[in-house]
């Protein structure tokens, strides 16, 4: 497996496996459960979580920063 998996962008967990449901892949979270898009190659479902995963955290991040402006008023 070529692509490194970015933590889970639920309960930041590094602990990540790939399920696969007959002819599909998906990278799912041991802690919390979550999983990504299934998809029929596992490094496609690893690129599909990666894509997941950064763009909520990207979305976590603008969430913190609007706090931080609010709180600045
Ligand atoms: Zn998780």
Known sequence: MATALAPCPYCHS??????HHLIT?????QQC???GPS?????DAAAQWNLVARS???VDALRNRGRQLAAIG
């Open 56 to 58: 909520l955290q990207q």
């Open 33 to 35: 459960g979550a999983c």
């Open 39 to 43: 998809q029929r190659e596992a490094d």
């Open 14 to 19: 590094p602990q990540l496996h790939f399920v």
């Open 25 to 29: 892949h998906a990278v799912c979270c």
